[in-house]
């Protein structure tokens, strides 16, 4: 299950599970470019990131 995603409801989940270290982005149902510059800002943990 996948939700369209935009930058500033990425940004509510970033506050929401600060320290996700995996996330699977579908590059045919997001525009991804400003969400993946800043990535390390909304998760820092972050460790894997799959597009």
Do not use: N
Not at 15 to 37: A, F, G, K
């Amino acid at each position: 299950m996948g939700v369209k995603a935009e930058l500033a409801s990425v940004r509510i989940m970033g506050e929401q599970v600060p320290d996700l270290l995996h996330l699977h982005l579908d590059l045919c149902c997001h525009d991804i470019s400003d969400i993946i510059t800043e990535m390390p800002q909304i998760f820092p943990k972050l460790q894997i990131l799959k597009a």
